[in-house]
């Protein structure tokens, strides 16, 4: 007997019983501790939501304080005053690596709130072009006073200015990420803004994730020169720092897997909480059956206390409008950047596997530890908001008559990597039963025909005449050029690779169904790198890197359109940087 995903009623009954216990009330600590040691800031300051005269300067403490504030310009004499608000989801658990706690557990048995206050000044009446000192200052509740080092800012460059843009993505304190951002600092020195296209951190309410980890590689550290993450290599140590870059340059990031929390609890560890995402229509079935049984108290926030959340991610960034999609103008560059991220699960196909293909065994006859596949977040699919919104900004005329038109996001259209199969679409379910009634296998299919990036997204950005589109999630370097002359980049072996599949390597794909185990699923031919290819055993020049060793970052630079991707041997850290390849942005044919 085959049931689709659209039709569960006897699922309904089952799950409403056991999410009484899932609508959670957050409660934080609003007392602040004994002051033992002078105060400091959580995190130097970094850019946001530049303007033709206006730039947001944004920090973090662990204390609410009586004053935050930024001086500016010349003899840093104007000040701005700085908005307080208090993150609402950031906390530790048995597996936080922060202060004293080094291994499990040893700190926190569960997880525990911890109290971060976020700063943002709006600093005004700036000139385009000028480039000016800032310092941020923050006053503790008892007096007591603590100033970051001086940095420089500017407000969004007006056209035809030179730029240096970081393309990244997938940070996640993987080894390597701290020796690329200092390798992006000795290479280029200070870049004029970061496009991230997701993947920012791996547990996104885990607060020491974001600022102190402390095995050296928090994301804000290694960003801002603060980093200290060792690599050895025979016996040798080395000690990367990171890069100096958002103090002086606007982060744009867009919002990956890694981004999104799953259902809420104040019991089940953090990375528990991350893998258990479910799908919204899911939940809202589940509240609107028995609303006032599950939500006696008319929580607003039950749907994605029960499904899922960006807010954490949403709180400690300021982007256009405030989305998870977003459209900015700096300098040459029309930027959009988009939502298009599912959730990650396993390709196993074992009877334990909660994965991409099928629920495990054990909780068959237990909706409420299914994962239903891997499910989108936000819909892109022709019809829906995300969708119309993009279309209606790719005709804007902000968009058209930008000389750089640039599509970021964090799934990949083209990849050799793991992480493209199956198609980006809506899980097809099929429960399968015996006579009796009893379900036998629950199951996932994805029509590839129905693949939303090919099918939907990528006809807009042809007609629109999108120059280049950047992407991550795979974390291994590869590029492609499709027949419109969009260019296809996935810079995102910062700092670690899940692999590149070509020739005999094959990805682990379910028998009988049609996804590719080789090459780009959706028929592009990767291209080689320009100027220095690594070998293979054979010694014949590879299309990718894909490598745990080697570190991959690249920069485009508006002055002449060239995108130049650059690699660095942490095994050998005396060795230069090398630039591998370079290619041209340029209009391309647009699609009548």
């Known amino acids: 007997m085959v049931n689709p995903l659209s039709s569960r009623p006897q699922l309904i009954a089952v799950l409403a019983f056991v999410f009484i216990a899932l609508a959670p009330i957050v409660v934080l600590s609003t007392q602040q501790p004994p002051y033992l040691s002078p105060p400091q800031l959580l995190s130097d300051p970094f850019l946001q939501l530049p303007t033709d005269t206006s730039v947001r300067v944004v920090w973090f403490t662990e204390f609410a304080g009586t004053r935050h504030s930024v001086a500016y310009g010349q003899g840093l004499r104007q000040v701005a005053i ?67 080092n001086p940095f420089t800012l500017t407000p969004a460059p007006p056209p035809h200015t030179p730029l240096k843009i970081l393309l990244t993505s997938d940070h996640q304190l993987m080894p390597m990420t701290a020796a690329n951002l200092q390798k992006v600092a000795e290479t280029v020195g200070n870049v004029d803004a970061v496009f991230l296209a997701g993947d920012l951190v791996n547990i996104p309410d885990r607060a020491s994730e974001w600022f102190d980890d402390n095995r050296g590689g928090a994301f804000f550290p290694a960003l801002q020169g603060h980093a200290d993450y060792k690599l050895e290599y025979n016996n040798i140590t080395t000690r990367y720092t990171g890069g100096e870059l958002i103090q002086h340059a606007p982060l744009f990031p867009a919002t990956g897997n890694h981004e999104v929390m799953g259902r809420f609890s104040t019991d089940s560890g953090l990375n528990a909480q991350f893998n258990d995402p479910i799908p919204r229509q899911v939940a809202a079935e589940i509240y609107q059956q028995t609303s006032s049984l599950l939500n006696p108290n008319n929580n607003p926030n039950w749907l994605k206390d029960n499904s899922f959340n960006t807010d954490t991610y949403n709180e400690i960034f300021t982007l256009p ?18 939502y298009i991220t599912n959730i990650w699960r396993t390709p196993s196909l074992k009877p334990n596997a909660k994965g991409r293909y099928r629920e495990r065994e054990a909780d068959l006859n237990n909706p409420t530890a299914w994962g239903y596949g891997q499910h989108i977040f936000e819909p892109i699919k022709q019809g829906s908001p995300q969708y119309n919104w993009l279309k209606a900004e790719l005709n804007s005329p902000e968009f058209q008559q930008a000389k750089y038109k640039i599509v970021m996001f964090h799934h990949p259209p083209h990849s050799l990597g793991d992480n493209i199969v199956p198609p980006y679409t809506d899980p097809i379910q099929t429960i399968e039963r015996d006579r009796k009634g009893t379900i036998t296998a629950v199951r996932y299919d994805y029509p590839p025909q129905a693949d939303y990036i090919i099918r939907d997204v990528i006809p807009l950005l042809e007609t629109a005449g999108v120059q280049l589109v950047l992407y991550g999630h795979s974390h291994l370097w590869n590029r492609f050029v499709n027949s419109q002359g969009i260019h296809f980049l996935e810079s995102s072996n910062v700092g670690n690779t899940y692999g590149a599949y ?91």
Do not use: C, M
Not at 321 to 338: Q, V, W
């Open 502 to 592: 070509l020739g005999e390597k094959q990805r682990q794909v379910p028998e009988g169904k049609d996804y590719a185990a080789t090459g780009d699923p959706n028929g592009l031919e990767p291209i080689l790198p320009t100027i220095a290819p690594l070998r293979g055993e054979d010694n014949q020049p590879l299309p990718y890197i894909a490598s745990n060793d080697i570190t991959v970052f690249s920069i485009l630079d508006t002055s002449t359109g060239i995108v130049s991707s650059y690699r660095f041997d942490t095994t050998k850290p005396d060795s230069d940087v090398i630039e591998f390849d370079e290619f041209k942005i340029a209009p391309v044919r647009r699609v009548r």
């Open 82 to 148: 700085a908005n307080t608000t208090k993150l609402t989801r950031t906390r530790e658990d048995q597996k936080s690596r922060v202060g004293e706690q080094t291994e499990d557990a040893l700190v926190y048995q569960k997880p525990t709130p911890r109290d971060i206050w976020r700063h943002e000044a709006k600093v005004t009446r700036l000139t385009p072009g000028q480039r000016v000192p800032y310092q941020v200052t923050s006053v503790r509740n008892d007096g007591q006073i603590v100033k970051s």
């Open 321 to 338: 409008g405030k989305e998870n999609y977003y459209a900015i103008t700096f300098g040459d560059i029309r930027l959009i950047s988009l």
